[in-house]
């Protein structure tokens, strides 16, 4: 499933749509998203598929459902969380994901 947080622009649904790609071939994964503010897009998604690969790897995973995406477009992405779902309720890191602290853009 791809959860878009919020109020939905063209930039989400152009990762959305990268993200749904994503599932299709991680079919156990969840991915979120949502716009922090107008520069700032996070994306979290958690995937079996990333036990025993390392942060580098899961990116690597990723970020090959994103080319093709446009450069400015890309330049909003400020967060990419790639998590087990064992690592969901310990990650600080998906503490500020889910409760982002506000911002002033």
């Known amino acids: 499933m791809v959860e878009i947080k919020g109020t939905v622009d ?4 152009v990762f959305a749509n990268a993200l749904r790609r994503y ?4 079919l156990h994964s969840d991915c979120t998203l949502y716009r922090q503010n107008a520069a700032s ?3 979290r998604v958690v995937d ?3 036990r025993d690969l390392l942060k580098t790897e899961r990116y690597d995973l990723v970020w090959e459902y ?3 995406i446009p450069e400015s477009t890309l330049n909003d992405l400020s967060v990419l969380l790639t ?3 064992e690592e969901v309720d ?9 409760n982002p602290v506000s911002s002033q853009l």
């Open 66 to 68: 994103f080319k093709g």
């Open 41 to 43: 897009i996070r994306i």
């Open 83 to 85: 998590l087990t779902p």
């Open 23 to 26: 599932q299709e071939a991680h």
């Open 90 to 98: 310990s990650s600080f890191a998906n503490f500020e994901f889910e």
């Open 48 to 50: 079996e598929d990333f």
């Open 10 to 13: 063209n930039g989400l649904e």
